[in-house]
Each structure stands twice: as structure tokens, then as C-alpha cells.
């Protein structure tokens, strides 16, 4: 019990400490730093225990399921808990090298942990409606923080992200509302065997519809992404690189999840349409960007292109390499935000045309922004590499070909836009004398620290592709699932 | 009963979709308001209609009367709506700040170009 319930309990008390201490930026970062390691050390637990044995659940109130709320890790809500603490514990680092201004008024450790609280909250509900009620906590934690700063930017980019991600919620309620009419449960085990009763899956296709709007909203999937360029490059760099690595990602884990247990049969080619549309739109948008969060934000867009690609595709091999893409872009996209933040430290801003002549400053930081740079466009033997290899294979096997061309082609148009950035802000001669600022001891650690993730998930890629693919055979054959959540009755 | 709780969603919806294509601030943050709301008559109309059956178990029952409510979509439209105003009064204050801050309350001089 206690391997479920410890991510969920370690960031609410961190949280409430947080906002009970006093608002020294040394205080808080004392609880922020300890909280998030912590949570890391209790998803580890969690992973080992499920790679060990098998899923495991829990009831709460020990009310029976389906009609108490249950909580059950599988190998993917658990690898994904194990990933988001990671890059949750670099932010909590990083964090102690922003201004002090941002971390005492805005309340940053206390939302950024309710913000991993609806994240994992989220990972390991086994029920429709609490999924819903952890996507709100995630949600009301991100709003505060995106805001926080108060400047003219964050607050008009901020309604556009309120907007849209209310609308994502009503249309996520309506779905469940569909659903219970329908089949009379909520717990994600007692729908799939409810769904598997003759009729009832072609029933509930509205619903399904609705779920897929719903999270394809939220995941900032083709055409519904534009609140995603437009909020992500205005809050602190330790906001942001939290954002672009778990927001979008709760959206695709839910994606996963609803189309293998409850939805198994292939939407096909509407789908591949639609995730190879994110990729192109993705990638050529930020082409066009000269501003190095914007660029980095339309590359998460034209990521979960790739990511749903293989969902889409509906194959085991399919879906074992969208996690491990997953799990490969939750770590380097945030480290790239967090490198963006000490590019615009050491350059004095963000404009690319403003930026210049920081590779004459010391190889550590043309590094720590060389490896995710590269990881991301997917140049061996980093993990992107691996990444995208599994994915066009698997594309390839499904005789997808023309997704499998695009995957490629827009893994080129990555390398230009990466390109970009290394001319303008490292290799040009600088503009005008920037002023000299510190980057930050723990900052420069935190980046360091995902740096080597991202190696150690390309070198040990065979672990990886291992446990994703037995994270996908887990999805493929939910009887395991079941039967932790239902017990052997069923 | 049926009929009637079905077109007064359908009206709430349409209300709150005419609101939200307008481009304005307040006419935006309403329609989002409304938009939950026809949510949270789907959800609560999704249990079945039942007139005066509450749920309650008679003396020496184990539970409730064949053809009672059915508590539990009750129960979450609560928890929804709760939700929903909580998310509704953030979205309000940060529409009176960005208001203020961009001198208009028309959207498309929102556009989030970061500064």
C-alpha cells in the first residue's frame, strides 16, 4: 500500500510545508530540494516494486472495487512517475539559482509540488473521474504558477491557456457523464469489462470521441496546440521547463491509457493524419521562431507528433517505442528549457538576433545545451537516436510508410532548428558586450544531472526499450491489470 | 422530463458556444462558465431522470428501493461543480488583471508575445 501511496503523500506534505514555512528563498528551497528527493527515492520504490511484481492496486477506504477509489500502478504509470520525479527533482535544483523575487512571491515550491502531486495523482488513478479530478489539481497549480510573475505577457498568453484547458475539461466531464450513463461504472478495470460486452464498445463511441478531444486538447495535439506556443515561453525557466515536461506528457499518458485499456481497437489512419500533421506543423513553426523558448515550444509540439504516431499505429511495437519516446522527451525537453534559461543568463535574453558569442565563453555550457540539443533532433548514441529509431521501425512494420518518411524528414527540420540556436547564440560574434552573470551553481547541476540521464538512456537503451516494451505488452494483455484492480473474481 | 432537461442543455451549450466565438473577455469567461454547466447537466442527467425517489434506505433494508436515484452522478456533479467555480473565480480574477494590464478586453490584442 504504502509503494502507492507515498508519491502521492510526499508532495501534498511538501507542498503544505511549503506554504505554512516562512517565504525565505533558503527555507524554501531547504523543502523544495528535500521534498522532490524524496518523491524521486519513492517512485524509484514504486518502479522496482512493479518491475518485480507485477501491477500492484490499492483500494482507498478499503471500499471493494469498482466502487471505491482505486489506485494501481502498471509499468507505465510507474516508469512515468519514476521520469517525472527525475526531472521534478532537476527543477527543484535548478530553482535555487533563479531570482530570489520569483521563488518568494509567487509561492513556487509550494505550487510546483501540488503541480507534481496532480501529475502522479493522475499517473496512478485507476478511475475515470478521479483522472478528471487530478488533471484540475494539476491544472489550478499551473495557472498560478504560468501567472505568478504578473508581467503583460504571462497574464494575456495565460487566459488563452485558462480557455483551453477549461474547454478540455467540459469536454472531458461530458465524456464521463456519457460513459456512466451508458455502462453504470467509472473504475477504469470495470469499464473495460463492461466495454467488452457485445455492442457496448460501438455504444460508447461518442465517448471515446469526447476523450480523444478532450486529451488531444491537453496533449497539444494538431489543430488544438496554439495555447501551447503561446504560454509556455513567458514564466521563469524552472516554470517552463516543468511545464514542457509534464504537462503535455499527463495528456499523452491518458491518450495511451484510453485507447489500450478501454478503447484497444486501432482508430488507424484519421489518427496517423493527425499526429504526422503535429509533427510537420510542429517542426515548421518553429523554424520560422527566433526566440528560444518559442522554438523549444513548437518542438514539444512536433514531439507529440511522434509520440502518437505510435499510438496511432496500433501495433505493440508501436506502442512500447511511444513510451520510450516518452520517457526519452520528458527528460530532454526540460533540460533543454532549463539550458534555455542559462542561454538567456549568459546572453542577456532571448532573442536569437540579441543573443551571440557564448561558445567563446567556456565549453561546460555549449555542452550542457550540445547533448539535449542533439538528443532531441536524434543523433546516436544519444537517446533521441533510439528514440525515433523504434518508431520509424515500427511505422515501417506497420507499412506506415509515409508517416515513416515524415518522422524522418521532420527529425532534419529538428536539426536545422537546433542548428539555429547553436549559430545564432553560440557561434556568432556577440551583438553588443553582454553583461557577464553567474549561471548558478545548482543550475549548472541540475542541467548537468539531466545531461547524463539523457546519455545514460542512450547507452542503456536496451534497458529502456525493455521495459517499455514490457510496459506495452502490459497495455496489449490488460488481464494483469484487471485482476489487481478487481481481484481474481474477475 | 426527459425532453425538457435535454433542451435546456442544448440551450446552455448553444449560449455558451455563441459566447465564446464573440472575442471578447467577459463574453469568453461567461461562455466558459456555461460551458461547464451543460457539462454538469450532461453528467447529472446521465444517471436517469427519477422524480421524488431519493436514494434513502428504509429500516431493516440493506439498500435503497428498486427505481431510486441513482446518488453517485449526484455526487459528482458536486465534486464538478466545485471544481468548476474554484477554476471559474481564478479565471475571473486573471481576466480583471489581464484587462488591466492590455487596456482592452478584446481578445485579439492578446497575442502572447513574450516581451
Known amino acids: ?490 | 422530463m426527459t425532453l425538457f432537461v435535454a433542451l435546456a442543455i442544448g440551450v446552455v451549450y448553444g449560449v455558451s458556444i455563441l459566447l465564446l466565438l464573440r472575442g471578447s473577455l467577459w463574453q469568453l469567461l461567461v461562455g466558459l462558465g456555461l460551458l461547464s454547466h451543460g457539462a454538469h447537466l450532461l453528467l447529472f442527467a446521465g444517471g436517469g431522470l427519477v422524480a421524488s425517489a431519493p436514494p434513502l434506505v428504509a429500516e431493516g433494508a440493506t439498500q435503497p428501493a428498486a427505481g431510486s436515484a441513482d446518488p453517485l452522478p449526484q455526487a459528482l456533479v458536486l465534486t464538478a461543480i466545485v471544481i468548476a467555480f474554484a477554476v471559474l473565480a481564478f479565471a475571473l480574477v486573471l481576466g480583471d488583471r489581464a484587462a488591466a494590464k492590455a487596456r482592452t478586453d478584446d481578445l485579439d490584442a492578446y497575442s502572447g508575445e513574450p516581451g
Open chain 1, 1 to 490: 500500500m504504502s509503494v502507492l501511496v507515498a508519491p502521492l503523500g510526499i508532495p501534498l506534505v511538501t507542498a503544505l510545508l511549503a506554504a505554512a514555512a516562512p517565504r525565505r528563498a533558503g527555507v524554501q528551497h531547504a523543502i523544495g530540494v528535500t521534498g522532490a528527493a524524496l518523491l524521486f527515492v519513492a517512485a524509484v520504490r514504486l518502479l522496482l516494486h512493479v518491475h518485480g511484481e507485477g501491477v500492484v492496486a490499492v483500494q482507498m477506504g478499503d471500499w471493494p472495487a469498482p466502487f471505491g477509489i482505486t489506485l494501481v500502478a502498471d509499468l507505465l504509470s510507474a516508469a512515468m512517475v519514476a521520469v517525472s520525479a527525475a526531472v521534478g527533482l532537476a527543477v527543484a535544483i535548478y530553482a535555487c539559482a533563479e531570482p530570489r523575487e520569483t521563488i518568494e512571491r509567487g509561492s513556487f515550491v509550494c505550487f510546483s509540488h501540488i503541480l507534481m502531486l496532480g501529475v502522479c495523482g493522475a499517473f496512478l488513478t485507476g478511475d475515470l473521474f478521479n483522472l478528471y479530478v487530478w488533471f484540475e489539481v494539476m491544472l489550478l497549480a499551473s495557472f498560478v504558477l504560468l501567472v505568478a510573475s504578473g508581467e503583460r505577457s504571462a497574464v494575456t498568453s495565460g487566459v488563452a491557456y485558462v480557455a483551453l484547458n477549461l474547454l478540455a475539461s467540459a469536454f472531458f466531464l461530458v465524456a464521463v457523464g456519457l460513459l456512466y450513463s451508458q455502462l453504470g461504472s467509472l473504475n477504469l478495470a470495470d469499464l473495460r469489462l463492461r466495454l467488452d460486452l457485445p455492442g457496448a464498445r460501438e455504444a460508447a463511441g461518442p465517448a471515446a470521441a469526447f476523450l480523444l478531444v478532450a486529451f488531444g486538447i491537453k496533449a497539444g495535439l494538431f489543430p488544438v496546440f496554439f495555447w501551447l506556443p503561446a504560454s509556455y515561453p513567458t514564466p521563469a525557466f524552472a516554470v517552463s521547463a516543468l511545464f514542457a515536461g509534464l504537462l503535455t506528457k499527463v495528456g499523452v499518458y491518458a491518450l495511451l491509457r484510453m485507447f489500450t485499456l478501454l478503447f484497444p481497437d486501432p482508430i488507424g489512419g484519421p489518427l496517423v493524419a493527425v499526429a504526422v500533421a503535429t509533427m510537420a506543423t510542429g517542426v515548421l513553426a518553429a523554424a520560422s521562431q527566433s526566440h528560444v523558448r518559442r522554438i523549444l515550444s513548437f518542438h514539444i509540439v512536433s514531439q507529440i507528433g511522434y509520440i502518437v504516431l505510435g499510438l496511432a499505429l496500433a501495433t505493440s511495437l508501436g506502442v512500447a517505442s511511444a513510451i520510450f519516446y516518452t520517457l526519452h522527451h520528458i527528460v530532454t525537453k526540460t533540460n533543454l528549457f532549463l539550458v534555455g534559461g542559462l542561454i538567456a543568463r549568459a546572453g542577456g535574453g532571448e532573442s536569437l538576433a540579441r543573443l551571440g558569442g557564448i561558445s567563446a565563453r567556456g565549453v561546460g555550457l555549449s555542452l550542457l545545451f550540445a547533448i539535449p540539443a542533439l538528443s532531441l533532433a536524434g543523433i546516436p548514441p544519444l537517446s533521441g537516436f533510439f528514440a525515433k529509431l523504434f518508431l520509424i521501425r515500427a511505422s515501417l512494420q506497420a507499412e506506415a510508410f509515409v508517416a515513416a518518411g515524415a518522422a524522418v524528414g521532420v527529425g532534419l527540420l529538428t536539426i536545422f532548428s537546433m542548428a539555429k540556436i547553436w549559430n545564432e547564440a553560440f557561434w556568432k560574434a556577440a551583438p553588443e558586450e553582454a553583461p557577464d552573470l553567474r549561471l548558478g551553481r545548482a543550475a549548472v547541476i541540475a542541467c548537468a544531472g539531466l545531461c547524463v540521464l539523457t546519455v545514460g538512456i542512450g547507452i542503456g537503451a536496451e534497458v529502456v526499450w525493455e521495459l517499455a516494451n514490457d510496459a506495452a505488452r502490459q497495455l496489449d494483455d490488460p488481464q494483469e491489470y484487471l485482476r489487481a484492480v478487481l481481484g481474481d473474481g474477475s
